[in-house]
């Protein structure tokens, strides 16, 4: 059972690829620190910052907002470590298997808005549905309302 947004598998995946993406920064060159290093650990706090706080909006379309916010967090953290690797900060190897972590946290966060999406169409069917019988209901009490004729 989701109870937090901690509870979402997609919010573990990309905390688990923040904490890698943390340590590797740390062997980056002393004068990288406040630029690339910087930008890719903004980057990855703010995916799981987005999940976190779309989670806590209770509402399905600001919450997908939110997650729009994380998967473009993402690519932005796919394009930053091309240029780690354009520098040769990391291998070519790495770079794959961290581009190949990200398009699956990317999966995973399009799997998640894609349900809240279908959660958000049933709420309203199930609201549109209510708006009619409540207008039958308006309806009949009006009808019965109305003089009968003999």
Same mark, same amino acid.
């Given at each position: 059972m989701i109870e937090t947004f901690e509870d979402l598998e997609v919010w573990r995946v990309c905390r688990e690829l923040r904490r890698d993406l943390s340590a590797l920064i740390r062997r980056f060159p002393p004068e990288e620190r406040f630029r690339l290093a910087d930008q890719i650990l903004r980057a990855s706090r703010s995916v799981t910052n987005n999940i976190a706080e779309g989670f806590g909006r209770y509402h399905f379309? *600001?919450?997908? /907002?939110?997650?729009? !916010?994380?998967?473009?967090?993402?690519?932005e953290l796919m394009d930053h470590l091309s240029v780690a690797y354009d520098e040769g900060y990391i291998e070519e190897s790495e770079f794959g298997a961290y581009r190949l972590r990200i398009l699956d946290a990317i999966k995973l966060l399009n799997g998640y808005i894609r349900y809240l999406?279908?959660?958000?169409?049933?709420? *309203?069917?199930? /609201?549109?549905?209510? !708006?009619?019988?409540?207008?039958r209901?308006?309806?009949?009490?009006v009808s019965h309302a109305l003089p009968q004729e003999a």
């Open positions: 379309q *600001e919450n997908i /907002r939110f997650c729009r !916010q994380s998967r473009g967090s993402l690519y999406r279908a959660r958000k169409s049933a709420l *309203e069917g199930r /609201r549109a549905n209510q !708006q009619i019988t409540n207008q209901v308006t309806n009949n009490e």
